[in-house]
């Protein structure tokens, strides 16, 4: 009996719950466009963030913005747990496809919107309009200049 106790209480704490189409817990930070929670891989719908080691370019000086990206990511989310709203198939990668969310905040729109990641057209037309605020108001990438991450990913 003690046992049974011990199990369902270690079940009811775990950090993660996958309910459906739905992934939530204490998310680890990969780049700018991917988390996991638990074993869980999850691709930002919609969006596509720079590279790990893409460079841009701002005030004529080369910086890593693929790190600043991620680095914006895990500040943004801080300590909170993240609810992704995932589609039921994976993708090549075997990775979710899904919409983040740290509490009624989409994550996936505010990397967008503040510059930190680009509208992902060839998949999504959802985050054109966050984009061409964070162009209109030279936010993030849009201060400098850049190529796009899909482009970057062919050449390197």
């Known amino acids: 009996m003690k046992k049974l106790i011990l199990i369902t209480i270690i079940l009811l704490n775990l950090n993660v719950k996958v309910i459906a189409n739905e992934i939530y817990g204490f998310p680890v930070i990969t ?3 991917t988390i996991k929670i638990s074993n ?3 691709r930002m719908h919609g969006i596509d963030a720079p590279e790990k080691n893409q460079k841009c370019t701002k005030n004529k000086k080369k910086y890593n913005c693929g ?3 991620t ?3 895990i500040n943004k989310i ?3 747990a993240v609810k992704c709203l995932t589609q039921k198939k994976k993708d090549r ?3 979710f496809i899904g919409v983040c969310f740290v509490e009624q ?3 996936n729109k505010w990397m967008v919107r503040n510059g930190y990641a680009i509208s992902y057209r060839r998949y999504s037309k959802d985050y054109i309009l966050d984009e061409e605020y964070a162009k209109i108001n030279k936010l ?3 201060s400098g200049s850049f190529l796009k991450p899909e482009k970057w990913r062919k050449l390197n």
């Open 78 to 80: 801080s300590e909170n």
């Open 40 to 42: 869980n891989k999850i």
């Open 140 to 142: 993030g990438l849009w």
């Open 71 to 73: 680095k914006a990511l």
């Open 105 to 107: 905040e989409d994550l």
């Open 67 to 69: 790190t600043v990206a």
């Open 93 to 95: 990668y075997n990775r």
């Open 31 to 33: 780049d700018g466009d």
